[in-house]
């Protein structure tokens, strides 16, 4: 066996120390290679019924807010949090922790305090827009669970310092996602993080002083998908 191997491109030429390490490269590149390869076949069949699988599960999320009780195997919520896990962050700080909520109690203790949280918030909506308001209103007095939709699993996204605000939700993004391919509904509920002022719940939470909540994402078994919003065109410059 020779000590030492040398690859000779057009362009440049590269020894290595063992035949491993360069067949790792050649590894490396034919991957990148079919990489390209792929990408630009799938671009071509955009918009067809071969839509990539990730541009197609983008187009068709929904926020979903009806679901069935039916238990979400663990399972799966794991594969869903490393998806969020697997998200970009500044300096690769993954500046995350999951708090996974299943308990009825808890979830129960989470309706009492934010749904008078949220109606204050809601308050400036009275003038502003009073039939929009009139119709919420109506919501929170039908629904058993206005707030987290009877989900039968909350996670909550746990960020913590300089680059938490622009990568967690980054991650409730990508768990949307995974949640979608998995045939899950999901929903990031705002209004479902207004549980700061319970002790109860943030000790649950084990949330600090120095800690935010991102989501919560809202995610089990879909009763009923809605009807996709109108999205307008997006404002595109080009230079
Ligand atoms: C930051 C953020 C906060 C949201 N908060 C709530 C919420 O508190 N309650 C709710 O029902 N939906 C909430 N949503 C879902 C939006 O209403 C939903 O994304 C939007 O209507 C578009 O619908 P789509 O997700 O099906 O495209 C939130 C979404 C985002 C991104």
């Not at 970009?88 to 949280?117: C, Y």
Request: with cysteine; glycine share 4%; charged share 30%.
């Amino acid at each position: 066996m020779p000590n030492s191997v040398t690859k000779a491109n057009a362009d440049c030429e590269k020894t290595f120390d063992s035949v491993d390490k360069l067949i790792l490269l050649v590894d490396k590149e034919l991957n990148i290679l079919n990489c390209n390869r792929n990408c630009e076949e799938n671009f071509r069949l955009r918009g067809g019924d071969e839509m990539t699988q990730i541009l197609k599960s983008i187009n068709e999320r929904r926020s979903v807010r009806e679901y069935e009780s039916k238990k979400v195997p663990k399972d799966m919520i794991n594969a869903i949090i490393e998806a969020g896990n697997e998200a970009p962050s500044g300096m690769n700080s993954q500046p995350w922790r999951f708090v996974v909520v299943e308990d009825e109690a808890l979830h129960k203790k989470m309706i009492e305090t934010t749904v008078p949280n949220a109606k204050k918030i809601l308050e400036h909506v009275k003038t502003s827009n009073p039939d929009r308001y009139q119709l919420i209103m109506k919501r929170y007095e039908e629904l058993e669970d206005p707030i987290y939709y009877s989900a039968p699993v909350i996670v909550f996204v746990v960020g913590k310092g300089p680059y938490a605000d622009m990568s967690c939700p980054l991650a409730c993004m990508n768990m949307m996602l995974a949640a979608f391919s998995l045939g899950l509904g999901s929903c990031w509920v705002q209004f479902g993080s207004l549980v700061t002022d319970n002790k109860e719940i943030t000790d649950s939470l084990e949330l600090k002083e120095d800690e935010k909540i991102f989501g919560p994402i809202i995610m089990g078994y879909p009763r009923n998908i809605p009807e996709p919003p109108e999205k307008r065109a997006p404002d595109i410059k080009w230079l």
